[in-house]
């Protein structure tokens, strides 16, 4: 019989490790807006630490994870629950697992799709969007040209770091 649980001393010490990773440099950043950094080097070296360790987990934990989490519950377990011609399974200190079908939609010709919907009598599901980048896009472009902007919208200004690697944003 396989034991897949983290034994729990196990797991919360991976945790607090990097849990204290990353609160000894956010500490520095607590008090007065991070002026307990010495100079903007310093910052940036900082931020590009974090921005690695950040890489460092979503290649090595969180995406291997998500990947064997998501292998489980759409191959493995349909396969396994289906071969044993199993409806549903209940596990005491889990609870009750069932398959449960759904679809996945990608939509590649949305004009197409528009013009099918509406000649269907379905064009009430069609709802004008405004993808937000263009609109922060737009807002920029407004606000250096100095020109009015809708009352609609609420514009918060901030200002972003980068680091820019070989043509990569960070």
Request: proline fraction near 5%; include cysteine; charged fraction near 25%.
């Amino acid at each position: 019989m396989y034991d897949f649980h983290v034994k729990p001393e196990t797991a919360m010490t991976a945790i607090e490790t990097l849990a204290t990773y990353v609160a000894e440099r956010a500490s520095l950043l607590n008090d007065e807006g991070g002026r307990k950094l010495e100079s903007v080097q310093v910052a940036v070296k900082m931020m590009d630490a974090l921005f690695r360790f950040k890489e460092l987990l979503q290649a090595n934990v969180k995406t291997p994870c998500e990947k064997a989490y998501d292998t489980l519950r759409f191959t493995t377990i349909p396969t396994l629950m289906d071969e044993a011609g199993m409806p549903s399974v209940t596990l005491a200190g889990i609870g009750r697992v069932n398959l449960q079908n759904d679809v996945s939609v990608k939509v590649d010709d949305p004009d197409g799709l528009r013009k099918w919907l509406t000649a269907n009598d379905f064009e009430d599901m069609i709802k004008p969007t405004v993808n937000n980048q263009t609109l922060a896009a737009f807002v920029r472009e407004r606000i250096k040209e100095v020109k009015d902007l809708p009352e609609s919208i609420t514009v918060t200004p901030l200002v972003r770091a980068v680091i820019t690697r070989s043509g990569v944003k960070t």
